[in-house]
């Protein structure tokens, strides 16, 4: 009898791991094969991106982590070969912790930048000082002390 009870409490137990493992996977962000990297164009250190092209429902999300210096960040499509875009979306009012997201409405390559608006100088953008690609995130830092965290979640994407 003993051990019939002890083997319900075992069966009890794991059960409960189980079913505690499985509602921590589903409540997870995306898997990592859906979040695309995210590159920064390596010479002039200013505008960060996909290289593929975002699918219509691709999502871009970028969290402001400090918002020293601040800037504009702005969200431009690119025509053909790259050497034209349009602006997407402007973002300019936003404080430490907020986010944005915007939801891909049109395929294409898209680009986002950061423009200083405090100085009157002959390039607007304001590179980027350094960046790191861990695990679930793409976080840079700009010269104006600027922190973000970029995500580009393919999820949804079709």
Known sequence: MKST????????????????????????????SDLLRVFVEPKERKTFYSEEVLKKNATIRVKVIDRAGGGVIRLHRCGEECDTAETVMLWGNYS??????YTIGVEGRYYLWVENQQEEVDDNAIKIQEWADTEDKFLIVFESGLKVDVRIDSANAR
């Open 96 to 101: 430490n912790g907020s986010s944005i997201e």
């Open 5 to 32: 009870l002890k083997d319900a409490r075992r069966y009890r137990g794991s059960l409960w791991i189980a079913l505690t493992s499985l509602l921590l996977l589903f409540s997870l962000e995306p898997a990592r």
